[in-house]
């Protein structure tokens, strides 16, 4: 999948990651969910920073 580098990208990537975490057992609330779901943001949202 692709994602721009805007807000509305960065949520996007954040509810597919979430998203996926949780179907490979991972649920919305676990640390190890909230954690790589911020990471992802952050990679998407800075993606196309200079």
């Known amino acids: 999948m692709r994602f721009t ?16 975490l949780d179907e490979w057992g991972y649920p ?3 640390t190890p969910n ?9 990679l998407t949202a800075n993606a196309g920073a200079p």
């Open 5 to 20: 580098s805007s807000p509305r990208g960065a949520r996007l990537a954040r509810r597919l990651v979430s998203h996926r």
């Open 28 to 30: 919305y609330d676990s």
């Open 34 to 42: 909230e954690t790589i779901t911020l990471i992802a943001a952050e």
